[in-house]
């Protein structure tokens, strides 16, 4: 079993508001992150796909259309967004680096032909990141 990593940035801003809580519960809760303005984040993505190495190609996926899924699926949909309001996943559900990893998994393990996904790493900062293996 070979584990292959594509890497990724793109940049968004969101804001974290439950709509079950109060403003006073939501402000305690999540501080300046609740300012209905937002805020952005330049993230970094690492996807790892695994698979056998095919004997023919020698890829155990063809880079190129990794590449391809991740901007149809992710970049295309996230890069230089309001998550809250422009990313259906995240109409009714809070962007955290928690859900944005789980959302980039839904997008892309159906897409997926040649390798499996492993992971999903989403950097929200240079020392925070979420891996995500499918497990919800």
Known sequence: MVYLTRKAEF???HYYHNPE???EQNRAL???CNNPNGHGHNYTLE???K???DPKSGFVVDLKQLKEVMNREVLDA???RFLNKEVPEFLHQIPTTENIAIAIWQRLVPKLKAAQLHRVRVYETP??????YGEA
Request: charged share 15%.
């Open 51 to 53: 698979g056998s190495v």
């Open 78 to 80: 996230m890069d230089h």
């Open 47 to 49: 996807v790892t796909v």
């Open 30 to 32: 999540f501080g300046k």
């Open 11 to 13: 940049a968004a801003s």
């Open 127 to 132: 020392d925070l990141f979420v891996d995500f």
């Open 21 to 23: 809580f109060t403003s």
